[in-house]
């Protein structure tokens, strides 16, 4: 605020205009353009009660239009948040929530460690290897309690279905006839393996289906761990990079799956390898647990579990 009242001599002094341009501009009249604030609220106002099945936008241009009031689409926007009002039409388009279509159910969320022998989960995942023009993409199945892969497969080209399916059919075959204990075949809901082609392929065993959420990359944590420290050893260790052609790429990769599963160290399983880790709970090295059957499913994570046991004490 100013601490004085200025002469008219003082004003053009200190805006360095002259004083016919001061009066000059004081004896304008306003601009249509130049409403008040409180007038062009009450405008918008008016618009809208003559012509409530319109939209900001619709009564933004009517304006610009009819009353020669230089406005902008968004400050009728805030105009219309201001005064709590919308278009009135059949034809507004609603959210509606999502239709939840799982094919499968989710048969772990947050149990995975309560998974108690080898062969009980098998999870699948495609990850990719791409390093300048080359685009490989591999499809690989590991078992959740050893942490072994049981079968890997590359595409022939980008977007190929085959590496899922034959990938499949190996661990069909390695499974073979088990009358015992269902196996849990854990995957996201790719259109692959949500396909009839590819659940046809488990018809007649005993193996049942279980799938992620939509959307829930965390309900496949196992398989999201290992892909990230795969991709991480076969660039860094074995410099899978450096593969031109596919055939370079598919042995080194057969390489690594070799040491992977026979010699590398694996800290989930107490550093051992995932091979030796299954031969040992065969012989009856390691303790048989029975903690899997008796899992409490929630969708709820189990950090939020923890923090909500640990406020409740």
């Not at 230089?70 to 105009?79: A, E």
């Not at 010699?263 to 090295?285: K, L, M, V």
Request: proline fraction near 4%; glycine fraction near 4%.
């Amino acid at each position: 605020m100013l601490s004085k009242d200025y002469t008219v001599k003082e004003v053009c002094l200190l805006m360095g205009i002259s004083r016919s341009g001061y009066y000059k501009w004081k004896r304008r009249p306003l601009a249509p353009s130049h409403l008040t604030r409180e007038k062009q609220i009450k405008l918008v106002e008016e618009v809208h009660n003559e012509h409530p099945s319109h939209g900001y936008r619709w009564v933004a241009a009517y304006i610009r239009l009819t009353r020669k009031v230089s406005v902008s689409d968004n400050f009728i926007y805030k105009c219309f948040r201001y005064l709590g009002i919308k278009a009135e039409t059949k034809h507004r388009e609603r959210c509606k929530p999502r239709k939840v279509k799982d094919r499968y159910p989710n048969l772990i969320f947050s149990t995975w460690d309560q998974v108690d022998r080898p062969r009980q989960v098998i999870v699948s995942d495609m990850t990719v290897f791409k390093h300048g023009y080359f685009f490989f993409e591999v499809t690989f199945y590991f078992d959740v309690f050893t942490k072994e892969i049981l079968s890997w497969r590359i595409a022939d080209k980008r977007g190929s279905r085959m590496q899922y399916i034959d990938g499949l059919t190996d661990v069909v075959r390695l499974l073979g006839n088990n009358g015992g204990e269902p196996t849990v075949l854990h995957t996201d809901q790719g259109s692959v393996y949500s396909s009839i082609a590819y659940n046809e392929l488990i018809k007649d065993t005993n193996i049942v289906r279980s799938m992620s959420r939509a959307g829930k990359p965390t309900d496949n944590p196992v398989n999201e761990a290992l892909n990230g420290w795969i991709k991480e050893e076969l660039m860094t260790d074995f410099k899978i990079n450096r593969c031109l052609h596919k055939a370079d790429f598919e042995e080194t990769l057969k390489r690594y799956v070799q040491f992977y599963n026979k010699q590398r160290p694996c800290w989930a399983i107490g550093y051992d390898t995932p091979e030796n880790y299954r031969i040992r709970y065969n012989r009856g090295e390691l303790e048989h647990k029975d903690t899997f059957s008796k899992r409490q499913l929630s969708e709820v994570p189990k950090f939020v579990r923890k923090r909500k046991e640990r406020a409740d004490h």
